[in-house]
């Protein structure tokens, strides 16, 4: 098991930069791999970004060179820093957390976090 919580959202204007942050705890929490999926009002979920136990990384088409993940195993934490940001990015961001695949067409996590809002103004 492994309990995840979300922080960083907020309102922010088209161009601007948020930095997301995840802190998991539990066993063995850095064993996992963790990743962001989002959701946006009326839109599938999208699988943003993720990356695994030994920080190989994957992203959406949609965010690469604008997004970043990584993770400080030591305070078992994730970070998505969104920079360039779009009206489009607007969505509720989850964190999650799997002991599968971090390919990106695999990703398919069993825990999540209860989401923070990000909003992108034009």
């Known amino acids: 098991q492994v309990q995840l919580v979300e922080s960083g959202g907020g309102l922010v204007q088209a161009g601007g930069s948020l930095r997301l942050s995840c802190a998991a705890s539990?066993?063995?929490?850095?064993?996992?791999?963790m990743g962001w999926i989002r959701q946006a009002p009326g839109k599938e979920r999208e699988v943003v970004a993720a990356?695994?136990?030994?920080?190989?990384?994957t992203y959406a088409d949609s965010v690469k060179g604008r997004f970043t993940i990584s993770r400080d195993k030591s305070k078992s934490t994730v970070y998505l820093q969104m920079n360039s940001l779009k009206p489009g990015d607007t969505a509720v961001y989850y964190c999650?957390?799997?002991?599968?695949?971090?390919?990106?067409?695999?990703?398919?996590?069993?825990?999540w976090g209860q989401g923070t809002q990000v909003a992108v103004s034009s």
């Open positions: 999650t957390a799997t002991l599968g695949s971090v390919k990106y067409s695999d990703y398919d996590p069993g825990y």
């Open positions: 539990g066993r063995s929490s850095s064993s996992y791999a």
């Open positions: 990356i695994g136990w030994t920080s190989s990384t």
